[in-house]
């Protein structure tokens, strides 16, 4: 009754779209990724050279500074998104007056333009017209200077994202709350488990799915972040991360071919981490009970 | 389990007080964008004051009466809405597709759909730049600078993230409903219009809020891609910040404004986010 | 999510690998397998032994895992 | 809203004036000559800054009245300007019929072969070439967009140079003219050498401090995440302590001191050492900072002296709506080291950027006739003073003689005189075809040392190993 081929004519034009601008893009970049193409080069155009752009990146201390620096970045801005976001969900799922009305003021800033949100942090912490460095420095006496202290710069764009994504987080989480039956809680109280069982042993199964899907989602945006850090420190030490790395050698710099090699790399590290995500999802590890 | 009046009191002023906190921290960067967005150039330096001192709409009044904003904000709303809405159907098919029908290899394929969102953007720029004035042509019409492009391109990232999000949604919609549906008669149609569709709409309503979001917040592709007769609102931002000195004020009038659209589809729609949001949690 | 129904002819196979592949989940392992090897090939062994080791070492254990993952 | 009314009513009165102005055969002249491209429509891309925002509100309508010819003005930000312009030159997408081309970047177009020699194309148009035009009329600036047989490759549209700006009200109050003599033993007054500028740099930060104001001593332009911090250091104090041409050897493709650079030699560590002494004095956002950041900490007040682009110098010291110090900016040339000057007047070197930019013609445009219109009428004598009045910027000799601008020059404390007298004494970027590149390379380093984590002698050894391997991974190495 249900034809594979009716599946794919209703898969393809999703196909056709992601093949377009998504996969063939990408053949050109590997293409790219093993010449050597810097337009204002003394010989410009593409010159074949193998291994070389890989040869340069794996030697590139900038290259591999920004990776950890991503890694850093995206392990803190999404261990806080989590916890922020699994606290602020249990505490929505009970009700009380003017519940709703927090809800709303928690989501404004997902809705905020990511180029605009690098805009306001930037007009927060930049001394001289932003308040927090201001008041910072008058309360607890502390400089507080992004441009001239790198760790700052970097502490400053987790908590921008922070901030940007939380409530993002909180909603799936909310949701996955919101969908646990009653029973096994209840059950589990009846039992004698103390809150912090409960939630180990029954909420938490009940979560993964969500926890992990959510997580998934937020590793692939914080590794390809640009407009927001680019517009609050203009990627400078600390937040040099690998998105904006490329970003300066492809265009300022117009080295097409090393660009794209990077990039290449880059978008290979984010697969392989993602992939095994996606396996931790959708539960195919052995042993486990379905 | 009596609780008495004392624990009550007590767990409400812990509730309320970080609900206050929470939304002092959130909104203050909010607030300063407004406050910002009222203060005329020279105000802005010096010690800052988190005040609102005085009603300075000449940012606004600018901003609004520019015909060029004007342009901008129309082409956002019309690539953001017909991109959300292409992605809900196009989402909704596949999906469906994916969940329903027993395809070769669709565990990978769903993996793969989802790499699409990984790209790094600015290497991959240069390809689409390429497709959109040179491959995609047409005479003198190209994709470059309309507002199809910029809808199609956008289902890059919409796309995947989408069905990721309906996945569950649709799985989570018992098999046997389709059936009983197609017993009775209903062809394929049918049972997406009175099965899936109902059954799967706050799900297929928060896809198209987020798709909504993220095309009408997304920047670097649009900068990039258009240059006069698309461009987004969003890369309006960008024009404030120029070597004679950012302005400021305007700019934050203008992310106020930006901010408005989507605020008020939020608040219209909460109640349907945390519905759809589930990620296929519900299984049973 | 729901049991993995695997299509007809592609048997999902319990090899060493710790979770349960399909032919392509294998490939790409062994795609993973091989990109890794050449990056740190490039960056730790080059001096001592050209880069067609690295693809000769991968391609083997791409075999191994194509065949028995 | 009232200042929008009396903006708006001034173009008005402007667009009539040159209305009235533009007699009747001349009117002719551009109906005839644009006859056949009427209806077409041209474009272009700039950077949003007053004199590009002049040229799209108010030239390109007048260009239009005259000519039926469209133009269509795109103004995006700094960075953006770059890769759109570059894109579609390298995938010859003719997109835009002129690009704004910033002095910098010019022998880079020119080495790809990117712009059409407008010279060279207007002899061969006859019919197109309006005598109103003259390319002799710029001001030397012009110089910096020509190849070595003269030809022109684009229409300078804004020039300014980088000066020295000072607080008068500080400087010429009596209380801190006496405080200063008292500790430093000799009167206050705008620095001539580089010790004056540090011991200005340093009273006036103390003195904010002891006042309880918020005021420093000097501006630095010192961002860590914007090359806006090795343009000042390059361009502005690097020639300033005779460093010049970024330190690099162009014949021998290097940067170091053993193959004829200066990156890493003695001058070029002074000059950074020098500069980076100066942060403890600058305000706390000067890491921050690019020029428009400079200007604005100027502008607030925030800064007793410091080096600040030209084109900000107008309105810092008369536009109320955006500066606080108004009516209180001295310009003066940029401090020197003992020689550089003298050598600069002998055509030996120069003591800082004459920055500014061009509109030039793309090779992919596919409307190259009418934009060469549009170039002459935005060339041509009659537009310019008012165009001057509004964005600060100076491209014809005349110029600097019409009324308009010497009732400005005395507002702002005679920079256009300065400019017009002192302005060969500044120079163009230096002829590389890969600046971008090669300032992309030197970036980091200089970042690094404003952030201490180099020392300069390391920051700029580092940094000319950096520049060589570029150099030869480009093909203009040894």
């Known amino acids: ?290 | 389990m009596t609780i008495s009046f004392r624990q009550r009191a007590w767990r409400l002023f812990v509730t309320y007080g970080f609900w206050i906190f929470t939304t002092i921290v959130t909104l203050l960067p909010i607030w300063w964008m407004f406050v910002v967005s009222m203060r005329s150039r020279v105000e802005l330096f010096g010690r800052p004051n988190l005040s609102l001192s005085r009603f300075f709409v000449e940012n606004y009044t600018n901003v609004l009466t520019d015909s060029t904003f004007q342009r901008y904000m129309t082409n956002s709303v019309v690539v953001s809405t017909s991109n959300a809405l292409l992605v809900m159907v196009l989402a909704l098919l596949a999906t469906y597709a994916l969940s329903r029908y027993k395809l070769t290899g669709r565990d990978n394929i769903f993996f793969w759909l989802i790499t699409n969102r990984m790209a790094p953007p600015a290497a991959f720029l240069l390809p689409l730049y390429i497709m959109f004035t040179r491959t995609f042509r047409l005479g003198d019409w190209t994709l470059y600078d309309t507002q199809i492009g910029l809808i199609l391109l956008y289902c890059v990232f919409n796309l995947p993230f989408a069905i990721w999000l309906l996945k569950g949604v649709i799985d989570g919609i018992p098999i046997e409903l389709d059936d009983a549906a197609m017993i009775d008669g209903a062809g394929l149609w049918g049972v997406l219009r009175h099965v899936i569709v109902p059954l799967a709409a706050p799900g297929l309503a928060v896809t198209g809020i987020l798709s909504w979001v993220f095309a009408w917040n997304e920047y670097l592709f649009a900068a990039n891609l258009t240059s006069v007769q698309a461009r987004t609102i969003t890369t309006g931002l960008a024009e404030f910040v120029t070597v004679t000195g950012t302005n400021w004020g305007e700019l934050a009038a203008m992310s106020m404004l930006t901010l408005i659209p989507s605020a008020i589809i939020v608040i219209l729609a909460q109640r349907y986010i945390v519905m759809g949001l589930t990620f296929g949690a519900v299984k049973e | 999510m729901q049991e993995q129904e695997t299509s007809k002819g592609k048997k999902e196979i319990n090899g060493f690998l710790p979770f349960y592949t399909n032919a392509f989940d294998r490939v790409f392992i062994g795609v993973v397998i091989l990109i890794g090897i050449h990056l740190l090939w490039l960056r730790f062994m080059e001096p001592a032994l050209p880069i067609e080791a690295a693809t000769v070492i991968s391609l083997v254990i791409g075999y191994i895992v194509v065949r028995r993952g | 809203m009232k200042k929008r009314f009396t903006f708006i009513l001034l173009i008005a009165i402007v667009l009539l004036a040159n209305m009235s102005l533009v007699s009747a055969d001349m009117h002719g002249w551009w109906a005839d000559a644009a006859a056949p491209y009427a209806g077409a429509t041209i474009r272009g891309v700039s950077e949003s800054t007053p004199p590009s925002n002049y040229v799209a509100d108010v030239l390109a309508a007048q260009f239009t009245e005259l000519t039926g010819i469209n133009v269509e003005f795109e103004t995006t930000s700094w960075d953006q300007m770059y890769s759109k312009a570059i894109n579609d030159m390298e995938a010859n997408t003719g997109i835009y019929d002129f690009v704004y081309i910033e002095q910098d970047i010019i022998y880079s177009y020119l080495a790809q072969d990117y712009l059409v020699n407008l010279t060279q194309f207007a002899a061969d148009n006859p019919d197109l070439a309006y005598e109103g035009y003259d390319e002799s009329a710029f001001t030397s600036f012009a110089d910096y967009f020509k190849n070595a047989d003269g030809d022109l490759f684009g229409v300078p549209m804004e020039a300014f140079v980088k000066v020295y700006l000072y607080r008068k009200d500080l400087f010429e109050d009596a209380d801190i003219m006496a405080a200063f003599e008292e500790e430093y033993g000799y009167p206050l007054a705008p620095a001539e050498n580089f010790d004056q500028y540090r011991d200005n740099a340093m009273f006036f930060t103390a003195y904010g401090e002891n006042m309880d104001m918020d005021l420093w001593g000097t501006t630095v332009q010192g961002s860590t995440g914007h090359p806006a911090s090795t343009y000042e250091f390059l361009e502005s104090i690097g020639p300033s302590f005779g460093l010049y041409n970024w330190g690099i050897n162009l014949d021998a493709g290097s940067a170091m001191s053993a193959n004829g650079g200066a990156l890493d030699g003695d001058t070029a560590v002074e000059a950074l050492t020098f500069w980076l002494s100066m942060l403890p004095y600058a305000p706390p956002e000067a890491t921050s900072s690019t020029w428009d950041e400079v200007a604005s900490s100027f502008a607030a007040g925030r800064a007793a002296q410091g080096w600040v682009y030209g084109e900000n110098a107008a309105w810092i010291a008369t536009d109320d709506s955006r500066s606080a110090v108004t009516g209180n900016v001295g310009v003066r040339l940029p401090v020197t080291a003992p020689g550089v000057i003298e050598a600069a007047e002998m055509g030996d070197g120069y003591i800082g950027y004459y920055d500014g930019g061009a509109f030039g013609v793309p090779h992919s445009s596919r409307n190259k006739e009418a934009t060469l219109l549009w170039l002459q009428f935005i060339g041509q004598q009659s537009v310019q003073a008012e165009w001057a009045a509004a964005g600060a910027r100076i491209t014809h000799t005349a110029t600097f003689d019409d009324p308009l601008i010497a009732e400005q020059d005395a507002k702002v404390d005679g920079y256009y005189t300065l400019l017009e007298e002192q302005g060969p004494l500044f120079a163009g970027a230096p002829p590389f075809p890969f600046h971008a590149q090669v300032r992309e390379v030197i970036d980091p380093f200089i970042q690094r040392a404003i952030l201490g984590e180099l020392s300069p002698a390391d920051a700029l050894s580092q940094a000319a190993a950096a520049v060589d391997e570029e150099l030869s991974r480009l093909g203009y190495g040894m």
Request: one cysteine or more.
């Open chain 1, 1 to 290: 009754m249900r034809n594979p081929r009716t599946g794919w004519l209703l898969l393809s034009p999703t196909l056709i779209i992601l093949l377009l601008f998504g996969f063939a893009p990408f053949l050109y970049v590997l293409f790219v990724g093993f010449n050597q193409w810097n337009v204002f080069s003394a010989d410009d155009g593409l010159v074949f050279n193998g291994l070389d752009n890989f040869r340069r990146l794996v030697f590139d201390d900038d290259f591999l500074h920004s990776v950890g620096l991503t890694a850093r970045f995206a392990i803190f801005a999404i261990g806080s998104e989590v916890v922020l976001g699994f606290v602020l969900a249990q505490m929505l799922t009970r009700n009380f007056p003017g519940k709703s009305l927090f809800r709303i003021i928690h989501t404004l800033p997902l809705m905020v333009a990511p180029i605009a949100v690098g805009a306001i942090w930037r007009l927060l912490v930049i001394p001289g017209f932003g308040p927090v460095p201001f008041f910072l420095d008058r309360w607890f006496d502390l400089k507080y200077q992004i441009g001239s202290y790198p760790d700052q710069a970097l502490w400053t764009s987790v908590i921008m994202d922070v901030w940007h994504w939380t409530p993002f987080v909180t909603l799936t989480m909310l949701a996955g709350l919101s969908a646990i039956p009653k029973e096994p809680v209840e059950q589990a109280r009846v039992d004698g488990a103390n809150r912090f069982q409960v939630f180990w042993y029954v909420t938490l199964p009940f979560l993964r799915p969500v926890l992990l899907t959510t997580v998934f989602i937020r590793i692939m945006d914080a590794i390809r972040t640009v407009d927001e850090v680019w517009m609050l420190a203009g990627g400078g030490p600390g937040t040099r991360f690998t998105g904006i790395y490329i970003w300066r050698v492809v265009f300022p710099r117009t080295d097409y071919g090393y660009g794209s090699s990077i990039s290449l790399i880059t978008l290979y590290l984010t697969i392989v981490l993602c992939w095994l995500l996606f396996i931790a999802i959708s539960g195919r590890r052995k042993g486990e009970v379905e």
